[in-house]
C-alpha cells in the first residue's frame, strides 16, 4: 500500500509555536501531497512536493522530503488559532490520480 | 468558479429508503472521485472516474452502492436500500489529471444519517 501515516496522531500547542507532523510511506512515490480538513469540511489541498524536490515553501508551510527513509514532514511556523484542523499525509498514483490517504494529524492549537 | 458542489449538504432518511447524492464537479476536470469518511474508517476512496468512465470501484462496500457519470459536469452516489452502517459524511472531489499534476479538489460533503 502507498497510503501515507502520519505521526503523531494529534498534537495540542499554543498559538505563536511551531507544529511539526511526520508522515512515513511504504512505497516509491513521484509525489507526496498534504492536505488539510477543518472540522466538517472538505479537505483543501496544501502543498505538494515532488520526489527530486528535498524541501518546499509556502507561506508558514514547509515541506521536506526523504525518499530514501520513505518520509515527509510538515511544518506550520507561528502557529494560529485558525491553523487547528487535521492534516493529512497522501501519495497515490500519477497515472490514474488515485490518491491514498492516512488517518491523519490532528492539530488543536489554543489561543 | 464555484468549487465542486455537492447535494444535498445533510440527508436524513430511514433504513430501506433509496439515497442519491449529487456531484457537480470544477468545469475543466477530467477525473472525478467518491470518498466517505467515518470516525471508524477515516477517509475511503469508493469509486473514481477519468473522462466520465469508471476506473476503480473497488472501495464500493457492495451491491448497495452504485454510482454514475453521465456526462463531464454531473455525477451520483446512489445508495439502495440504506443502512444505519452507511452514515458517514460523503464527499466528492475532482481534479484535472497531467503529467504529475493531480491536485485534487474536494466538495463541501453531503452529510448523511440513516436511521
Known amino acids: 500500500s502507498q497510503q501515507g501515516e502520519e505521526d503523531p496522531q494529534a498534537l495540542s500547542i499554543q498559538e505563536g509555536e511551531n507544529a511539526t507532523m511526520n508522515c512515513s510511506y511504504k512505497?516509491?512515490?513521484?509525489?507526496l501531497q498534504w492536505y488539510r480538513q477543518n472540522s466538517g469540511r472538505g479537505l483543501v489541498h496544501l502543498i505538494l512536493?515532488?520526489?527530486?524536490?528535498r524541501e518546499k515553501h509556502s507561506g508558514r508551510l514547509r515541506v521536506t522530503l526523504d525518499t530514501s527513509k520513505k518520509s515527509s514532514s510538515l511544518l506550520i511556523t507561528a502557529s494560529r488559532a485558525a491553523d487547528t484542523a487535521s492534516y493529512f499525509c497522501?501519495?497515490?498514483?500519477?497515472?490514474?490520480?488515485?490518491?491514498?490517504f492516512g488517518q491523519g494529524t490532528t492539530l488543536q492549537v489554543k489561543p | 468558479d464555484a468549487g465542486v458542489i455537492q447535494s444535498p449538504r445533510h440527508e436524513v432518511t430511514e433504513m430501506g429508503q433509496e439515497v442519491t447524492l449529487r456531484c457537480k464537479p470544477i468545469?475543466?476536470?477530467?477525473?472525478l472521485f467518491w470518498y466517505r469518511q467515518t470516525m471508524m474508517r477515516g477517509l475511503e476512496l469508493l469509486i473514481y472516474?477519468?473522462?466520465?468512465?469508471?476506473?476503480?470501484d473497488s472501495g464500493m462496500p457492495e451491491d448497495r452502492f452504485s454510482a454514475k457519470m453521465p456526462n463531464a459536469s454531473f455525477s451520483t452516489l446512489k445508495i439502495q436500500p440504506s443502512e444505519p452502517r452507511d452514515s458517514a459524511v460523503y464527499f466528492c472531489?475532482?481534479?484535472?489529471?497531467?503529467?504529475?499534476?493531480?491536485?485534487?479538489?474536494f466538495g463541501p460533503g453531503t452529510r448523511l444519517t440513516v436511521t
Open positions: 472531489a475532482s481534479s484535472f489529471l497531467a503529467i504529475d499534476s493531480y491536485e485534487q479538489y
Open positions: 512505497t516509491s512515490i513521484n509525489n
Open positions: 512536493i515532488r520526489s527530486n524536490e
Open positions: 497522501v501519495t497515490g498514483s500519477s497515472n490514474t490520480g488515485k490518491l491514498i
Open positions: 468545469s475543466g476536470h477530467n477525473s
Open positions: 472516474f477519468n473522462n466520465n468512465v469508471p476506473i476503480d
